[in-house]
């Protein structure tokens, strides 16, 4: 069996006193009736934590040994994951987050985000399902008709129906401008004839309905990927009380065979096989990509996360091997090799909460902030930030994961142990919903881009102010952290300048160096908010309200600042001496 506990005292923290959830989304209008604060977060980390621990954690193994499969044109989920989907949507867990007019519970992203984490440390096959569905519904609650809102979006936010993406087509990959699937018109609605690939929970029988958003070409749509249509796709056809009835004409052709999430049923979709899937436009024509675009900072902050989330479970998995292995006549983890190992495992993944957390609330205040310019500028961060996350901590999350393995030594590469099952699962995230080459191009070619790195400098002001506050603590630490930020910030400030004059006269020049930056950037921003912790934390020593936990916290985010904010400086390097003679001729020495 696999075990999991949701480190609830680390989340509380880092909601409710390094976020400040209370006063910064607490006090917006949306939320002024959730009593946001500690209590709130007590109750829902708590009661979600049970879910992840008692009823999917032990599903994991399950779904890993006896993986979703494709029979008679319909998928058979692991034992258990249909039973596990119904406690989740009994719960009211798949719309936390989501307003109360779409079905929702109404409470702020943090708290969706500290759920979700906890699905993806405890079972990420299993927790796709709830991520492509929020994103589904999400699509439609801002594109559709008041019509397709009141058939579909209540359902889909109470767990009773889940939603599924079609994008990706053989051969086209990221490409969407080629893709060959078509819808004809037919009346008040089309006939969609295609198939796609890579479809996480395409089929499934957790659920009385799917419903897929699919992308097509209408018969005058112009090429490329301006010509591209989104359609909602249902399962079963509803009837005259909205409820499902007739089978579409939509199927599983098969499952994809992967490396890791074996349960999470990826599959192939055929569309129209016989007389033509019955599908509705969502928005308008030939803007599919905009309305799904709608949902991708929400995927892509949410696919991010699964590198936090399976960081969390490898590192309390090898924690507790450490423990518990004896050689040379002590537990291993007093050996200082696999203490290393244990806290480079430990700051990272602290460092990806925080960060991941507090842009959380930037994306609420996005939504919901007073006024337009404070909705303005947190849009132009949580839309500079979303690739930071979703790339940045899942290259942390494989590394993570690849730690835990090492810390079991030869029995982490034994599938017993359950070590090597957190690589394998967490491998697809730094491909999907973009591949991380893709997230640091969006990096440096759209938001950096576009404000010259405005929205980034203003960051580094706040970290920098930061900094100052730490350096001139009287605490030994404390003041040795400040002065390492500092130093990061200003390596960081000097990235971002080579790269936008670069991109104003070689964008494939400018290319070379955007993976490096968006690790330096997370490497700094991580190493932020680890700081902004230990100040609060030496503020509870000096004041006496301290306990054990906020020791631990000084010497993790000091551990951090010592043996990982360097990494920060390396990848500045890389930035600077970007390869030009690459584009020369680099494809020509492979």
Request: glycine content about 10%.
């Amino acid at each position: 069996m696999s075990m999991y506990t949701a480190p609830e005292q680390e989340m509380a923290f880092v909601i409710d006193e390094l976020a400040c959830a209370g006063a910064t989304v607490g006090s917006l209008d949306a939320y002024a009736e959730c009593g946001v604060g500690p209590e709130l977060t007590t109750a829902v980390l708590s009661e979600a934590g049970k879910l992840a621990g008692e009823v999917l954690a032990p599903l994991r193994t399950v779904g890993d040994e006896q993986p979703a499969v494709c029979k008679d044109k319909k998928i058979v989920l692991p034992p258990g994951f249909a039973e596990a989907w119904s406690k989740m949507a009994e719960g009211g867990w798949q719309g936390i987050a989501v307003p109360p007019e779409h079905g929702g519970q109404g409470l702020p992203e943090i708290y969706g985000s500290a759920a979700f984490e906890m699905w993806s440390a405890s079972n990420m096959a299993f927790g796709l399902g709830p991520l492509l569905t929020a994103g589904a519904a999400l699509a439609i609650g801002a594109h559709g008709t008041s019509e397709q809102k009141n058939l579909y979006l209540e359902k889909m936010n109470s767990g009773e129906w889940s939603g599924t993406m079609n994008l990706t087509e053989s051969g086209a990959g990221s490409d969407l401008g080629v893709m060959k699937a078509k819808a004809l018109p037919e009346g008040d609605h089309f006939r969609i004839y295609g198939q796609k690939i890579y479809i996480t929970w395409g089929d499934h029988d957790a659920t009385s309905n799917i419903i897929h958003l699919v992308l097509a070409r209408l018969p005058d749509a112009p090429e490329g990927s301006a010509g591209i249509s989104l359609f909602i796709v249902p399962k079963y056809l509803l009837d005259e009380n909205g409820d499902p009835a007739t089978h579409n004409d939509v199927y599983p052709v098969s499952t994809e065979h992967k490396l890791g999430i074996h349960g999470s049923p990826t599959c192939v979709m055929s569309f129209g096989d016989s007389e033509g899937a019955v599908g509705y436009l969502l928005g308008q024509p030939h803007q599919g990509l905009r309305c799904m675009f709608t949902m991708m900072n929400e995927a892509r902050l949410k696919v991010g996360m699964q590198g936090l989330g399976i960081s969390d479970a490898a590192l309390q998995k090898a924690v507790a091997y450490a423990r518990e292995r004896v050689q040379g006549g002590v537990p291993i983890i007093e050996h200082p090799d696999v203490l290393r190992m244990l806290y480079t495992m430990k700051s990272l993944t602290e460092a990806m909460r925080a960060v991941s957390y507090v842009e959380s609330i930037t994306m609420d205040l996005a939504h919901y902030a007073a006024d337009a310019a404070a909705r303005e500028h947190a849009q132009l961060r949580i839309d500079l930030m979303i690739p930071i996350i979703k790339g940045w901590l899942t290259e942390i999350g494989n590394e993570v994961a690849s730690l835990g393995v090492q810390v079991h030594g030869g029995m982490g590469y034994i599938e017993e142990t359950g070590a090597a099952q957190y690589l394998r699962d967490v491998r697809i995230a730094a491909i999907y919903e973009g591949t991380n080459g893709i997230q640091a191009a969006d990096l440096v070619g759209r938001k950096i881009r576009r404000d010259g790195g405005s929205t980034l400098e203003t960051m580094l002001d706040d970290a920098a102010s930061s900094a100052s506050e730490a350096a001139a603590s009287a605490a030994p630490a404390i003041k040795e952290m400040g002065e390492a930020l500092a130093n990061a910030v200003a390596d960081l400030r000097k990235s971002t300048a080579v790269t936008v004059a670069r991109s104003a006269s070689s964008m494939p020049h400018a290319l070379l160096g955007s993976y490096d930056l968006m690790m330096q950037s997370g490497y700094v921003l991580g190493g932020w908010h680890l700081l902004r912790s230990a100040l609060i934390c030496r503020e509870r020593i000096e004041s006496g309200s301290a306990s054990d936990f906020h020791h631990h916290k000084i010497v993790t985010a000091a551990f951090y600042c010592r043996q990982i904010m360097p990494r920060a400086a390396a990848h500045g390097n890389a930035v600077s001496n970007a390869a030009e003679q690459l584009l020369v001729d680099g494809v020509a020495g492979l």
